[in-house]
């Protein structure tokens, strides 16, 4: 059975740095996608960041240049670190995890319960 643990989330303020941890069980980071998806209140889910079997990682325009998506094949974990925060990255965070597919509109075979990051101006 797949369970997929984030943490590191919290409150914050604009500017200011997070680091997200997934840490899944039953399933191995290092050749499968995991990405992170985030949820504001009142909005849609939304992709942030992904990265691939190959490394290769993408992300939204909004994060791009400050958020950083990896991962430590040796400890089996997956990272999001999170730079200049703004208060429009309030949100959940779930870590999403699929052996095959990288993309949120094609559904993730795994999801965490999520880590709320909350960021104040």
């Known amino acids: 059975q797949v369970h997929l643990v984030e943490s590191g989330g919290g409150p914050v303020q604009a500017g200011g740095s997070l680091r997200l941890s997934c840490d899944p069980s039953g399933f191995s980071t290092f050749d499968s996608c995991m990405a992170w998806v985030r949820q504001a209140p009142g909005k849609e889910r939304d992709e942030v960041a992904f990265?691939?079997?190959?490394?290769?990682?993408n992300y939204a325009d909004s994060v791009k240049g400050r958020f950083t998506i990896s991962r430590d094949n040796d400890k089996n974990t997956l990272y999001l670190q999170m730079n200049d925060l703004k208060p429009e990255d309030t949100a959940m965070y779930y870590c999403?995890?699929?052996?095959?597919?990288?993309?949120?509109?094609?559904?993730?075979?795994?999801w965490g319960q999520g880590t709320q990051v909350t960021v104040s101006s």
């Open positions: 990265i691939n079997s190959d490394g290769g990682s």
């Open positions: 999403a995890a699929d052996r095959w597919n990288c993309y949120y509109q094609h559904g993730f075979q795994y």
